[in-house]
Every structure is written in C-alpha cells, then in structure tokens.
C-alpha cells in the first residue's frame, strides 16, 4: 500500500461499516460478538473512540467497572471508549461514527508526504504516521468482520482493504511458524486458505529462519487448511485453538504435532 492509498482504504473500509450497521435495530447492535466481552456496537464504539482520538479530542472522563476481557492498559484504554457508550442507543453510536470519520477524511485529504513520514508514537513504539495509519486501516476491517459474523451478514472480503488486511495476517506467519512454534530446520509449512479469501502460501525454516517462499515443496512438513474466515479468527483470538481444531476448522496432513504447535500460537492480534 502507497501512502497515497491510504485515505482511499480507511474511506472503503468506513463506508462498507457504516452501510453495514445502517439497518440495525436494537437487537442487532446488542449482539455479542467473539470479541471477548463486545457486542456489536461496542465493536463500533471502539472505532468512534479512536478516531476521534486521531482527531485530538480528549478521552471521556469515565472510569469503566473492572471486566475480566481486559488484559492490559490498552485494552483498559480502549474500554473507557466503548463502556462511556454502552447506555447509547446504537443509532447514536452510528451517527457519531459518520461524524468523526467525516472530519477524518477531510484531515487526511489534507495531509502531505512528510506528513505520512512524521515519525510517532504507538503502543508498539515509534512508526511513521503511515505505519500507524495502516495499522487502523487493519484494525478497522477486523472489527468489521466481527460485527458482520455476530449479524450474520458476511462480506467485505475482498477488494483491496480485505487483500491488505490478509497480507498483514500472513506476513507473521513466518515468526509464528519459526520462533513461537518452534519449526525446526528443513521444515516447511503450507497454509491452504479457502473462500472468502482463497490464497495458498508456504513457509519454511532455513538456517534457523522462517520465511515465505514462493514455490511450494512437493512434500511438505505439515499442511494446514482452514477458511479465510477462521484463519482470521485465529490470527485475532476470536476462537480457542482447541475449539477450531475439535471442532474440525482447521484441517491437517503431515507432522500433526508442528500442526498442532502452530495453530495454538497463530493468535497474536491484542
């Protein structure tokens, strides 16, 4: 992604969340989520909060009842947000998206190469201002796809958010693979995804590195086939391993234990 294309991402993916929550009632925006302890419009809510941080307006003044779905002082940040909005209708929610991600779009309309190279300050440490911005691009469609499974109504599974937001997934495989599940040397590894999302990827271990590759091997390690959706679950921690390998999500040929090893740690989105 140019950093040209980035207001064009976050508008697509904020249009496609606005269409999508256009005709709740009170009963969808009410619908749990696997976003542990969010319902479909604190998913929403949490995308209000942080643009409206981006566009610089104070956190509410708001102490939100202890919960056990949260695990660090970001998640404890993110729920000042959603819990200042939970006794809001949903419609109220949606209105003031459209109102924050209205004047977001004219700012980054607004901004300059050097402003997309400014260097800034994240959880993670410092990054660009583009860096950061890719990143709410990615968080934003994971959310959406939250809300669209709680509601039943599948899609934005294609185009370019949804091709830039999987690449992001598959571009850490190679660390879950190498050093989270330990693949030894010589080991390679096939990930077949299925619809919505098709793509077939492999990795494999060399001189003690993981790294995608282009070619797959004719007999690989292991062979991991899931759909895109559940990839995406897994990658978020929107489903337990055991329960997507139970429950058949996943699906397994070759060496079942590095299979194993690597479904557990495939989760890594906070």
């Known amino acids: 992604m140019q950093n040209d294309q980035i207001p064009s991402y976050l508008d697509i993916v904020w249009s496609s969340m606005s269409a999508l929550c256009a005709g709740f009632g009170d009963d969808e925006w009410r619908l749990p989520t696997d976003c542990p302890g969010w319902s479909v419009q604190d998913q929403l809510s949490h995308i209000v909060g942080s643009e409206s941080t981006a566009l610089g307006n104070p956190a509410p003044d708001h102490t939100p009842p202890e919960s056990s779905h949260i695990k660090n002082a970001a998640g404890a940040s993110n729920e000042i947000q959603v819990d200042w909005r939970r006794s809001w209708p949903g419609s109220r929610v949606l209105a003031e998206f459209n109102d924050v991600t209205a004047k977001r779009r004219e700012a980054l309309a607004a901004m300059t190469e050097a402003d997309f190279n400014v260097e800034t300050e994240t959880a993670r440490g410092t990054t660009t201002m583009a860096d950061r911005l890719g990143i709410r691009i990615f968080d934003a469609w994971v959310h959406e ?26 571009e850490v495989m190679p660390f879950v693979v190498g050093r989270r599940a330990g693949a030894p040397d010589g080991a390679s590894v096939v990930f077949r995804i299925s619809a919505p999302f098709a793509l077939d990827f492999t990795i494999t271990v060399f001189d003690g590195r993981a790294s995608r590759v282009p070619d797959e091997p004719e007999h690989p390690t292991v062979t991991l086939s899931m759909s895109s959706v559940n990839f995406l679950r897994l990658c978020a921690g929107r489903v337990d391993p055991d329960v997507a390998l139970n429950a058949g999500l996943v699906r397994m040929s070759g060496f079942f234990g590095l299979g194993d090893a690597i479904v557990r740690q495939m989760s890594y989105i906070p």
């Open 145 to 170: 796809q939250d809300m669209r499974r709680a509601v039943d109504v599948p899609g934005h599974f294609d185009g370019p958010v949804a091709e830039y937001a999987m690449e992001r997934m598959i």
